[in-house]
């Protein structure tokens, strides 16, 4: 029998084979990895930071007596150009008058007609609210947007290849204004996405806002969109049972 084949030095001589071996292995299976993550990752990162929800919305004030200016989205209001006046008050009138040597030279008079005995106009304090608001959702139509702007809506039941997109409605039909209030839209998107918006304006009794919401990577089939006005109940209502709004909508492949 041969005993020199267990001997320390050959015993030292197998386990630096398999050091090296578990090395190159190591360091095969780490290109690998680091190919597959440069292959694969960016595009799975790339496509979940492709997801954004596009919101616009459009102010309508409650109908009433006073006459004011609401400037929406599509108001362009133009600054610096030379502004011009108009005085009704007053009227000029050119009258000959007499010079030093007799002969009648042009003069400025200045007549002003004054109304006697007419209706005086008195601005009238808006009365005091009292009660409680009540917001209401309600959704108008859904479509989708052909662009990244909310303001490219397209109303159509049928959306294949869009960005799909909701039409709603949050009003406030109460006797009091709401104060800031938010709302949450929870949308079929792969990951399950429930938009929270900023605070919204105060509603006075009356007023509405008509928003047009869209959204990336949304889920195939039959889905539901459903709409809430103040989620968090922070508003107090006079009813909070007219807060959610909901649609189904069919969104092809």
Do not use: C
């Not at 041969?2 to 084979?17: G, H, I, L, W």
């Not at 459009?58 to 007596?65: D, I, K, L, Q, S």
């Amino acid at each position: 029998m041969n005993e020199s084949a267990f001997t320390p030095k050959n015993r030292q001589a197998v386990v630096n084979a398999l050091a090296i071996a578990g090395f190159i292995a190591l360091i095969g299976g780490s290109m690998w990895l680091a190919v597959y993550s440069t292959r694969y990752v960016p595009n799975v990162v790339g496509r979940m930071g492709a997801a954004a929800v596009y919101l616009g919305s459009v102010f309508t004030p409650a109908e009433g007596p006073t006459l004011s200016v609401i400037p929406t989205a599509s108001t362009t209001i133009a600054f610096g150009e030379a502004a011009s006046s108009t005085d009704t008050s007053a009227t000029e009138t050119t009258v000959p008058q007499a010079s030093k040597s007799g002969t009648p030279t042009a003069g400025k008079q200045t007549n002003q007609t004054v109304q006697i005995g007419g209706a005086t106009t008195t601005a009238t304090a808006p009365a005091p609210l009292n009660g409680l608001p009540d917001l209401v959702a309600t959704i108008n139509t859904v479509g989708y947007l052909a662009t990244t702007s909310a303001e490219s809506f397209i109303a159509t039941t049928s959306i294949t290849g869009y960005r799909p997109a909701v039409n709603f409605t949050i009003k406030n039909i109460g006797t009091h204004a709401t104060g800031p209030w938010t709302f949450t839209a929870n949308i079929p998107t792969s990951v399950g996405y429930v938009y929270q918006s900023q605070p919204q304006q105060s509603l006075a009794p009356g007023d509405s806002i008509d928003y047009t919401l869209g959204f990336d990577q949304s889920n195939k089939g039959v889905q539901v969109i459903s709409v809430t006005a103040d989620p968090d109940k922070k508003v107090s209502e006079s009813n909070e049972t007219n807060n959610t709004a909901s649609v189904k909508v069919t969104i092809g492949y």
